[in-house]
C-alpha cells in the first residue's frame, strides 16, 4: 500500500491558486451546473454534500480505460533507470535494490502488472464529480434530471476552491486513447487521458470533471456554492415547496428558484 502511494504521488495535482486565477481572468467559467432528479437534488440540499463518483460507476465505456495493451517496443534498460530514480530519496537503499533485481528477472512482466496495480489503485481511489456550463440542454434535462420533472443546480465554485481545485475538460473521440501505461513518465498523461474521454456521442454535454485522485464518495460542499435552482417544465408545484422547505431547514440563503 505504501509503495502505491508513493506511486500516485507521480499525478500532478493543479495547485488551488490555479482554478481561482484561471476563474478570476475568465479562462474558467465561474459557475457550472449539475442536473438532478429531484431525489438526488433534496439529497444534496439536506446532506450538504456532492457525490464524487469513481470510475467504474459511470456508464460510458470509455471511462477510465484506454488502450491497456502495452504492445509498444520498450527500453527496459532505460525504462528501469528511469524508474528507479523516481523512487522517493527516503526510500531504503536495500529496498530499491530488491525492486531492481525483480524487474531484471523479467522486465515485461514487472513493469505491466505494476501498472496495472497502480491502475486498479487508482479506479479505486479517484472521485470524480461531472458538470457542466450549460443549463438549458434538452438532452441533459431528460438524462439527467428524470425527463423534465427535476432540476439543474447552479454552483458557483470559487465559493469553495479547495473542492473544485481540479476542473478538468472532457476530450470527446471515436477512439479510445492509447498511450504507453509502462513508461512512468507518460503514466500520468495515459490515465488522466483515460478518464478525461468519453465518446465522441457524448459532446453536447460539454462536460467537465473535477478529480480528486484520493478520495471519492460523498464530499461535503460550502453551502455558499448552491446558488440558484431551475426547475424542469414538469417539476411539480408540491416538488417546488419541498426544494423550498429543505433550503430554509438546511440554512441556505440567497438562493435563486
Known sequence: IEYIDWTLDWFQIRELVGNAEETKEGTIPRYFYKYRSLPHALEIIRSG?????????????????GDRTGNEKEDYNTLTEKFIARLPQEMPVALKENIKQAISTDPE???????????????????????????????????????????????????????????????????????????????????????????????????????????????????????EILFGVYTTQGDIDKVKAALQAHGYSNVAL
Open 109 to 227: 512482466r514487472y513493469f505491466k502488472e505494476h501498472a496495472e496495480m497502480v491502475i486498479a489503485a487508482l479506479r479505486k481511489n479517484t472521485g470524480i464529480f461531472c458538470m457542466s456550463p450549460i443549463y438549458d440542454d434538452i438532452i441533459m434535462w431528460s438524462y439527467y434530471a428524470d425527463s423534465h420533472k427535476g432540476v439543474c443546480l447552479k454552483l458557483d465554485i470559487l465559493q469553495h476552491p479547495e473542492l473544485f481545485y481540479a476542473i478538468n475538460k472532457v476530450d470527446y473521440q471515436r477512439e479510445m486513447p492509447r498511450e504507453s501505461i509502462i513508461d512512468a513518465e507518460k503514466f500520468s498523461q495515459s490515465f488522466w487521458s483515460a478518464i478525461t474521454t468519453k465518446h465522441q456521442a457524448w459532446f453536447y454535454e460539454q462536460e467537465v470533471r473535477v478529480i480528486h485522485h484520493r478520495e471519492n464518495g460523498f464530499l461535503p460542499f460550502n453551502k455558499q456554492v448552491l446558488k
Open 49 to 65: 454534500k456532492l457525490k464524487f463518483s469513481t470510475i467504474d460507476e459511470f456508464k460510458d465505456p470509455f471511462d477510465g480505460m
